[in-house]
């Protein structure tokens, strides 16, 4: 019976680390979602998706 009552121990305790470790992840990926909209918020879109600016061929 010991040993039962030490694997709920351990399953109670993995089950809150695991929703520590989710918790935390989904904070950061918040954190990094706001960043980035207020980056592109804060500058605006400058260019389109091609290139900033022709280049010439690279020369043989």
């Known amino acids: 019976m ?3 009552e030490l694997h709920q121990a351990r399953s109670a305790e993995l089950i809150q ?9 989904a904070a950061l990926k ?6 980035h909209s207020a980056r ?3 500058e605006g879109r400058v ?7 022709h280049r010439a061929p690279r020369a043989a």
Do not use: D, I, K, W
């Open 2 to 4: 010991f040993e039962y």
């Open 17 to 25: 680390q695991a929703e520590a470790y989710r918790l935390a992840r």
């Open 30 to 35: 918040a954190r990094r979602a706001a960043r």
């Open 40 to 42: 592109q918020e804060a």
């Open 47 to 53: 260019s389109t998706n091609g290139p900033r600016r």
